[in-house]
Nanobody, 115 residues
Framework: QVQLVESGGGLVQAGGSLRLSCTAS????????MAWYRQAPGKERELVAG???????NYVDSVRGRFTISRDNARNTVYLQMNSLKPEDSAVYYC?????????WGQGTQVTVTS
């Protein structure tokens, strides 16, 4: 059973930074990609950033240049560094591990950005 545990969320003022962490219960190298999603109240869950096993990354346009996804295979951990945060970044952020047609999710961590 794959477990993903997120941490690092919190309350921050606009312009501030947070770093989210997601640690897996087993090697993340077995997954095709690791990703961060977010869901704000009343909105659908959206992909924020993805990091492929072989190194490629992708970002939703709204965060490109402000957020950086990285992974530490030795620590089974993926990170999301979030800079220049905006109130519209407020959401529950979820870590996801993707392998073929299988996906595994963390419990989510709340990020709230005040203006």
């Amino acid at each position: 059973q794959v477990q993903l545990v997120e941490s690092g969320g919190g309350l921050v003022q606009a312009g501030g930074s947070l770093r989210l962490s997601c640690t897996a219960s087993l090697s993340i190298f077995i997954f095709n990609s690791m990703a961060w999603y977010r869901q704000a109240p009343g909105k659908e869950r959206e992909l924020v950033a993805g990091h492929a096993r072989l190194g490629g990354t992708n970002y939703v346009d709204s965060v490109r240049g402000r957020f950086t996804i990285s992974r530490d295979n030795a620590r089974n951990t993926v990170y999301l560094q979030m800079n220049s945060l905006k109130p519209e970044d407020s959401a529950v952020y979820y870590c996801a591990a993707l392998r073929g047609d299988q996906s595994y999710w963390g419990q989510g961590t709340q990020v709230t950005v005040t203006s």
